[in-house]
């Protein structure tokens, strides 16, 4: 069974960074097409980024230029790299895993992930 286990997160002033990994058991990373996505309380969860099993990657139009996502296939392991980091940015952030999903639904459609990790929280503060 695919297990995900996100860690990196933590709380950072305005203007810093951090960088979340999640680590991917049962099977190997390479077969899945990877995400990011967070939920502030109270808000739906949204997509953050996307890299598909080529490499290719896919980011939402408030975190581009600030996150970098990326995967380690040797490790069986994701990362996002946070930059420039927001109270806005602040959420629960989750890793997710799927055989496949469209471009389009990449960062739009949560219910196309089929394996989610329970979550890292990131707080940012003013």
């Known amino acids: 069974q695919v297990q995900l286990v996100e860690s990196g997160g933590g709380s950072v002033q305005a203007g810093g960074s951090l960088r979340l990994s999640c680590v991917v058991s049962?099977?190997?990373?390479?077969?899945?097409?990877m995400a990011w996505f967070r939920q502030a309380p109270e808000k739906e969860r949204e997509g953050v980024a996307t890299?598909?099993?080529?490499?290719?990657?896919s980011y939402a139009d408030s975190v581009k230029g600030r996150f970098t996502i990326s995967r380690d296939n040797a490790k069986n392991t994701l990362n996002l790299q946070m930059d420039s980091l927001k109270p806005e940015d602040t959420a629960s952030y989750f890793c997710?895993?799927?055989?496949?999903?469209?471009?389009?639904?990449?960062?739009?459609?949560?219910?196309?992930?089929?394996?989610w990790g329970k979550g890292t929280q990131v707080t940012v503060s003013s």
């Open positions: 997710a895993a799927t055989v496949y999903v469209s471009a389009i639904q990449a960062l739009s459609f949560p219910a196309a992930y089929a394996y």
């Open positions: 049962g099977n190997t990373i390479r077969g899945y097409y």
């Open positions: 890299i598909d099993r080529g490499g290719s990657t």
